[in-house]
């Protein structure tokens, strides 16, 4: 990697696993790839054993496949265009490009008794095309459209009845909504082609559908199927407000302008509260099924406030962030950032004039008075969508990209066959076999509370034990079950490889989960959050295991690792709880300082130096920090959409790259009645990088720990803007 570049071609994909340049320079090429020697007929090759391997040349030497696994190790955000470019390269770019398919063609491959599935998805809608269709045909008034649910199958089966000899269409859209409707559905179609059917030649059947098990197999079967994306990107979406926008209603208004760059920005908005989306977690905790109805909505509120000409900011800003768009959010970090999303496109200063919607100037409300001059600005816009409009760094991009990568591997995994292996290489049987040895043998078969020493169970004056003593009791206990539940499995598989027992379904997901380096569901069930693989989710869980062990036996530490605990949110309650008992305070008045400690610690150095050395012997890790008097100082916590400077000691904007940086040590310091500094970001801290969670009863999501008051280099709305958060986890 530092003498030569290190790169492969996939079509017009470019991968390099080191810098194609550096500082310090790359050595002579390497010598030409020597051209193997052809063999005669019958005859083999000959291999030279002492002919050393050659070097470099990858993109030469490696076959198109092997060039898949080279970008997946090196550069695993790139996979899906180097899929789409290695399947265009062997089968041919008819299998990456989706045909164009209108309703005319579709409609050639209908019959009377075969009707047309619309496969929905998130934000699609095919009624407006369909209509269109409807209407070239001089079948506006001989179409009836029902959205199906409670109480509609009577009146679909009715429509349908009179259609088939009157030769007219029925649109049934949502099946999904009438899951008990389906199999009288089921059987009504298939009576179309039964032998002796008496059906009107002009008769079509139309329906649309989410994809639901419900859905009758026979019907997939025997139709003609299409599925509707919704517009992506903001210059689609913004094309579709616009195009569907009565010319009217944009150009004449009392407030002129002003109305126009109210009734854009609100438009905006719609597009990069949608398109926020595709960052996952990074966008939005929740995936939000926002829709057009909820832009409509919005716009029409706008025109009932501002027709006396009168601005009311107040009651459109809490109407639009509070009702409209945040009747959907449940999520309270989701609100927040909704808020401000909010004051970047719609506010009294967007009015002014030279307001840009982002930073390069890009992205704006154009001048102009006729809806044609708005649509022209913006299919001027870039094709594809630069981070800084949804206010997020370069690296989203990135996170986006490696999202998809793991939806198609996951995908690749679900359909592929599990067979035995040839050649001499190992089977499924003694691959999973030797996982379970492995497994057995790191782990411990439970944590002794009975070793830790008496000094740990003290009380005080009023026979009160430690709080973080009983923290640590509950911790050992939830390991502990943990542990049973590993053991048992491994245990039980090993027998039911050899025979020794049934091979139960639970097993067998099992057996799968460990083939495909997942895992278990019946471990994930047990255990704490997670979104590791299964290899480093056993090297986590031994360093969770050690972590709260070595705490048995040394009692508590100096720096505790906050992202080993099973409930994070139990030790920060017990901390509080001893610093009001230590200074006689009511609980309830207490929450946290957070001051960052000008030293980094990971628990996989802890672990390292703890075990390559004598049980009792001070740690040369421990001496490099000092103990804290009050509060507790946490480790082991990561940066999402940020980096921290060491020098400044503030959060500042990541570096391009790098996704998950760690956070110094942190001292978390109790103070009663409390006022953070309202310079400092509010950052929210959350078990795992998925974010999301069940929304318990606290109002928050169970994946939310607490929120840490830092330091920052911007203000909150450029943090919030960027989805800025610390995670006990990262996902590698």
């Known amino acids: 990697l530092v003498s030569t570049p290190v790169f492969v071609h996939l079509g017009d994909l470019e991968v390099f696993a080191n810098p194609p340049t550096w500082d310090g320079g790359y050595g002579p090429p390497p010598d030409p790839l020597p051209l193997p020697s052809p063999a005669g007929e019958g005859e083999e090759t000959e291999k030279k054993e002492d ?134 559905m089921e059987n009504l179609i298939k009576t179309f082609a039964a032998p002796g059917a008496e059906i009107h030649d002009d008769f079509r059947l139309f329906l649309s559908s989410m994809p639901a098990k419900a859905f009758p197999v026979s019907v997939l079967q025997n139709s003609v199927k299409v599925t509707n994306e919704p517009p992506k990107g903001i210059r689609t979406n913004m094309r579709r407000a616009l195009t569907e926008m009565n010319p009217s209603f944009f150009e004449d208004h009392i407030l002129q302008d002003t109305w126009r760059k109210l009734v854009f920005g ?58 409209t768009y945040g009747g959907r959010v449940t999520d309270e970090w989701d609100q927040r950032c909704l808020r401000t999303l909010l004051k970047r496109f719609f506010a009294p200063y967007t009015l002014d004039p030279g307001y840009s919607y982002s930073p390069s100037g890009v992205y704006r409300c154009p001048d102009g008075e006729k809806v044609k001059q708005f649509k022209d600005y913006v299919e001027a816009l870039p094709f594809n969508d630069s981070p800084e409009i949804f206010g997020m760094h370069e690296n989203a991009n990135i996170t986006f990209q490696v999202q998809e990568t793991n939806s198609l591997i996951s995908t690749i995994l679900d359909v592929q066959p599990r067979m035995a292996t040839a050649r001499g290489g190992k089977t499924s049987d003694e691959i999973v076999f030797e996982l379970a040895d492995s497994v057995l043998s790191r782990l411990p078969d439970s944590l002794n509370m009975d070793e830790a020493p008496e000094s740990m169970f003290k009380t005080d004056s009023k026979g009160r034990k430690d709080s973080l003593t009983i923290v640590l009791l509950q911790e050992a206990d939830r390991f502990n079950k943990l542990l049973r539940v590993i053991k048992n499995s491994m245990r039980t598989i090993k027998k039911a490889i050899k025979g020794l027992v049934v091979m139960s379904e639970e097993l067998e997901r099992v057996y799968t989960s460990f083939l495909n380096n997942q895992v278990p569901t019946l471990w994930a069930s047990a255990a704490y959050p997670s979104m590791k693989g299964l290899g480093s989710w056993i090297k986590d869980l031994v360093l969770r295991i050690h972590f709260v062990d070595h705490w048995i036996h040394n009692g508590q530490p100096k720096s505790f690792w906050l992202s080993g605990f099973f409930f994070p949110q139990g030790f920060l309650t017990g901390t509080l709880q001893n610093h009001a008992r230590k200074y006689n ?60 400077d060491d020098e400044n000691m503030v959060v500042v904007d990541a570096k391009p790259g790098e996704m998950n940086p760690p956070l110094p040590a942190v001292h978390m310091l109790p103070r009663q009645n409390y006022v953070p500094d309202a310079a400092l970001y509010k950052c929210p801290l959350y078990k795992t990088a998925a974010r999301a969670g069940v929304l318990s009863t606290t109002g928050h999501s169970t994946n939310f720990v607490v929120a840490f008051y830092i330091p920052a280099s911007k203000p909150q709305a450029y943090w919030i803007g960027k989805g800025t958060a610390l995670l006990c986890q990262v996902t590698d």
């Open 266 to 323: 609100l438009c905006f908005m719609h597009a990069v509260i949608l398109e926020r989306r595709k960052f996952g977690p990074l966008g939005w905790n929740i995936r939000y099924e926002f829709s057009e109805s909820d832009r409509e909505c919005a716009l029409d509120n706008l025109k009932m406030f501002l027709a006396d000409g009168v601005l009311p900011w107040d009651a459109l800003t809490f109407i639009t962030s509070e009702i």
């Open 585 to 644: 305070l009511p609980i309830d008045e207490l929450s946290f300082e957070f001051e960052p400690y000008p030293a980094y610690r990971s628990q996989a150095d802890f672990y390292n130096a703890a075990t390559s050395q004598p049980a009792g012997k001070p740690l040369e890790l421990d001496e490099q920090i000092e103990a804290v008097q009050d509060g507790v100082l946490v480790h082991g916590l990561f940066m999402d959409a940020s980096s921290w």
């Open 51 to 184: 002919t050393p391997p050659p070097r470099g040349h990858w993109n030469e030497r490696l076959t198109h496949f092997q060039k898949l696994i080279f970008v997946k190790f090196f550069q695993e955000e790139r996979l899906v265009p180097a899929a789409i470019s290695f399947v265009a390269e062997n089968l041919g770019k008819a299998f990456v490009e989706s045909p164009a398919v209108g309703m005319a063609t579709l409609y050639e491959d209908m019959s009377p008794a075969t009707p047309l599935v619309f496969i929905l998805s998130t934000g699609s809608d095919p009624m407006g095309n369909f209509q269109r269709f409807a209407k070239e045909k001089n079948y506006m008034t001989r179409f009836h459209a029902i959205s199906l649910g409670q109480g509609q199958g009577p009146v679909a089966e009715k429509l349908i009845a009179t259609a088939t000899k009157t030769g007219d269409w029925i649109f049934l859209q949502n099946c999904h909504l009438a899951a008990s409707w389906m199999l009288a």
